[in-house]
């Protein structure tokens, strides 16, 4: 068992170090670069920054377990290690050659998500032979829970907004809108599964798909996913000086780590109830999609010490009580796949 733990310890250190040394070395280009790019520009650094944790955590499998590694999987892994490193360097030659032209940067990155996630989508979902089943990567898996809990992630969402109304009123908010966005939300799936599914997957793999059950099998169930919180939040930094509030960026960190402790409380419960990965994913499509629609398509907030902790607050209220749900038992079984 010490050795297992070690094996685990090791895998996930490295998975960590590439992670956040990519991050990192991206994101201190970006805030010098800040102020001399066109703001429309820096939300493709942060759409390209969702493909760092999955690309650590493939290149760790490929180290540790290329053996164990099924062709079609393969294939799907070498197609997202190309996508990142053709990603990154997209980024830098847009920037410098055409700084002056943002439409270069945001055609080229979506062109490149776009052919990405579609190519993607052809090798798992053709896919007879259930080789997906070591990603948990199996559309049908459990299917009607997974439904059932993106439901209730979405009557969350609803519950949070009329709060948030309630205790801060907001004139900007539109009640349509949010109408709209949900009536529309399974065909705005459809299509960010078939475009954009690359991107999700980057995050939700490395966090929840590889990172959250090996955590858990050191450090218990409860422990495991609240340690993986402070780490997913951090990882934000970059974008909370750059992109979603570079008036108050300490302020932004602060609330992303603790957002993130409380959202993963329930992206953690949706993973085991569902142990399916495309219940995190579709997930946090969702909160992003209608996010980003009741902001009116804007990634950038300002925050007060008010709305920081009105904000940390209402979170809890909604996610915390998914600890105690019995998925979160330490007599389950924990699975760790690749």
Same mark, same amino acid.
């Given at each position: ?16 170090? =590439?992670?956040? &040394?990519?991050? $990192? ?34 290149? !760790? ?20 290690? &190309?996508?990142?490193? /053709? ?7 847009? *920037? ?15 062109? /490149? ?5 579609? &190519?993607?989508? =052809?090798?798992? %979902? ?16 459990? %299917? ?32 349509? @809108?949010?109408? %709209? ?49 402070? /780490?997913?939040? =951090?990882? +934000?930094?970059?974008?909370?000086? *750059? ?7 300490? +302020?932004?960190?602060?609330? +992303? =780590? &603790? ?24 997930? +946090? ?21 008010? !709305? ?5 607050? /209402?979170? $809890? ?7 105690? !749900? ?8 924990? @699975? !760790?796949?690749?």
């Amino acid at each position: 068992m010490n050795n297992y733990s070690s094996n685990v310890k090791k895998e996930i250190s490295i998975a960590l170090a =590439i992670n956040f &040394a990519i991050t $990192a070395l991206i994101g201190i280009i970006l805030f010098v670069l800040y102020e001399k790019i066109p703001s429309e520009s820096i939300q493709y650094f942060g759409a390209v920054q969702m493909l760092y944790p999955a690309f650590a955590t493939i290149i !760790t499998i490929k180290y540790f377990n290329k053996e164990k590694l099924s062709k079609p999987v393969n294939i799907f892994f070498n197609i997202f290690i &190309a996508t990142t490193i /053709i990603s990154i360097c997209a980024l830098f030659i847009c *920037t410098f050659f055409f700084s002056n032209n943002p439409k270069v940067l945001s055609f080229t990155i979506q062109g /490149i998500i776009a052919i990405a996630s579609v &190519a993607s989508s =052809i090798v798992i %979902f053709s896919n007879k032979n259930k080789d997906f089943e070591s990603l948990n990567l199996e559309i049908g898996k459990n %299917f009607k829970k997974v439904v059932i809990v993106l439901l209730i992630f979405v009557g969350l969402f609803i519950i949070r907004a009329g709060v948030s109304l309630i205790v801060q009123p907001d004139d900007s908010f539109k009640v349509s @809108t949010l109408i %709209f966005t949900l009536v529309f939300l399974p065909l705005s799936l459809f299509f960010s599964v078939v475009f954009s599914f690359i991107m999700f997957f980057g995050e939700e793999f490395g966090w929840r798909g590889y990172l959250q059950p090996r955590l858990q099998s050191i450090f218990g169930k409860k422990l495991g996913v609240l340690i993986l919180g402070p /780490i997913w939040g =951090i990882w +934000h930094l970059p974008l909370c000086f *750059t992109l979603y509030s570079p008036k108050t960026p300490i +302020h932004c960190v602060i609330f +992303h =780590i &603790a957002y993130c402790i409380l959202l993963g409380i329930f992206l953690g419960y949706a993973y085991m109830k569902t142990e399916n990965l495309w219940t995190p994913i579709l997930i +946090h499509l969702t909160n992003n999609a209608v996010a980003v629609a009741l902001s009116g398509g804007s990634y950038e907030s300002n925050f007060t010490l008010k !709305t920081l902790l009105l904000g940390i607050a /209402i979170n $809890a209220i909604v996610f915390v009580p998914f600890i105690f !749900t019995k998925e979160y038992k330490e007599n389950n079984n924990i @699975t !760790t796949n690749m």
